[in-house]
Structures are given as structure tokens and as C-alpha cells.
């Protein structure tokens, strides 16, 4: 049985594709690999993406897992962009916000003059509905908008995760490793990895994610995280990757 730790996770930079798992027969041995979805398709003139030896990269990629998670401050520096983020948005975000809050309330009078009108016979209701019925339509956009708004400024909260939780998670992965238990590896690899990008065999860049705020229980963390940043993780070694 052959399982890829890391489907669906690695990036080629060169054509934007999914690396997926391929395999290769020798004379006494099968190869895993990783191979870039667009080379596979349509050829290395398409893209010459290196293929790479699976065991290799799954390894390197698992190393430099926990080498981050050994270090709180890549966690702690990636939740403070995040909260630059923020602030940016906040800024730019409040300009609109208040232009929002200001429309909204002109169309809300405007609905209800024109129910007063129609109360009052003021005005035909065919008239009158069609014109409530545009102003509703415009309130709903103007509330989504605002809420969308609302969301993006939200980041604002976010907490790094402390040393003790980033070493549970060191451990259940040390644990699961050990263990030789591929199914539980994998779970946890897709769900703390955001994405593995590969640019050459040389230059590969795993991102990794990492649960945020909020005081989950440590399971739900890990299988679900609700929001996440994402930490930059050392490159493994290329010497470890060469065929
Ligand atoms: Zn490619």
C-alpha cells in the first residue's frame, strides 16, 4: 500500500499545479514520489518541476515541523502581521464603514417615508411597493458589505500560541511518528500544514498553519482550526532530496 503524507499540500511554483503521488518500479524496489500535476498532464516542456522522492520530502517536512514548533517567536512574529493586517484594514476600512452606516440610514428613512406616504394614501402602492421593494434590495447589499467589512477588521484578536501549546502539538506529532501509525501522521500533517511550496528541488518552503485564539480543546485545534496564520518553516535540507 502506498500512502502520500502530503496529498493535496504540495505547490509547484513554476505552473501553479498539485503535486500528486507517483511511483516508479526499479529492479527489486518501488519509488514514491511527488510529482508536479502539470508534468504529468501535459509534459516536462509544460513544466520541468523536479519529481521528488516522497520518504525524502515527507521527512524534511516533518523535521522542519517541529523544528518550528520548538519556536514560539516564528508563531508569535507571524500573528503580529497579522495584526498589522488589521490595523491597515481598520484604517482604510473605517472611511467606508462610515459611509456605509451613513447611506444606510438615508435608505432606511426613505423606505419608511415611503410607507408613511402609502398610509396615508399619498401615494399609489404599486408605485410605492416597487420603490420600497428597490430601497430593501439596496439596505441587504449595504449590510453584507458592512458585515464583510466587519470580518476582515477581526484579525485584530488573534493570539500566538503559547510555548506549552506548540509543544502538545510538538508531541502528538513526535508520538504519531513514532508510532508508524501513517493514517494519524497524515491527519495531523494536513491539518497543521497550510501548504508546501516547490520552486526546485533546491527551493522548497513549507508554510505551516497553526491554531489561533480561542481557548478550543486541544483535539478540536488540531482537527478543525477555525482561524489560522501562517508561519513560514525552515526549508529542509536539499541534500536529503536529491535522487
Ligand atoms: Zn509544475
Redesign the pocket.
Known amino acids: 500500500m502506498f500512502t502520500y503524507l502530503l496529498t493535496g499540500l504540495v505547490v509547484?511554483g513554476?505552473?501553479g499545479?498539485r503535486f500528486t503521488g507517483t511511483r516508479a518500479t526499479g529492479r527489486s524496489n518501488t519509488y514514491r514520489y511527488y510529482t508536479?500535476g502539470?508534468?504529468q498532464r501535459y509534459g516536462t516542456k509544460t513544466?520541468s518541476?523536479d519529481r521528488l522522492p516522497a520518504e525524502a520530502l515527507e521527512d524534511a517536512v516533518v523535521r522542519s515541523l517541529l523544528a518550528a514548533y520548538a519556536d514560539q517567536d516564528l508563531f508569535a512574529a507571524a500573528v503580529a502581521e497579522a495584526h498589522d493586517r488589521a490595523q491597515l484594514g481598520h484604517s482604510r476600512h473605517e472611511g467606508e464603514l462610515a459611509a456605509l452606516d451613513a447611506e444606510l440610514a438615508k435608505v432606511e428613512s426613505g423606505i419608511g417615508r415611503y410607507l408613511r406616504a402609502f398610509e396615508t394614501g399619498a401615494m399609489p402602492e404599486t408605485i410605492c411597493g416597487t420603490r420600497v421593494k428597490e430601497l430593501g434590495g439596496r439596505a441587504t447589499a449595504l449590510r453584507t458589505r458592512h458585515q464583510e467589512l466587519a470580518d476582515e477588521m477581526d484579525e485584530a484578536d488573534l493570539t500566538a500560541p503559547t510555548p506549552e501549546k506548540l509543544a502538545v502539538l510538538r508531541e502528538r506529532v513526535t508520538e504519531a511518528v513514532k508510532d508508524g501509525s501513517t493514517a494519524s501522521v497524515k491527519g495531523l500533517l494536513q491539518a497543521l500544514i497550510h501548504e508546501i511550496r516547490v520552486d526546485s528541488r533546491d527551493a522548497i518552503q513549507p508554510i505551516f498553519r497553526v491554531p489561533v485564539g480561542g481557548d478550543h480543546h486541544e483535539d478540536d485545534a488540531v482537527r478543525a482550526p477555525s482561524r489560522s496564520v501562517e508561519v513560514n518553516g525552515l526549508e529542509p535540507s536539499a541534500s536529503t532530496l536529491r535522487t
Request: proline content about 0%; some cysteine; glycine content about 22%.
Open positions: 509547484c513554476g505552473c499545479s508536479c502539470g508534468r513544466c518541476a
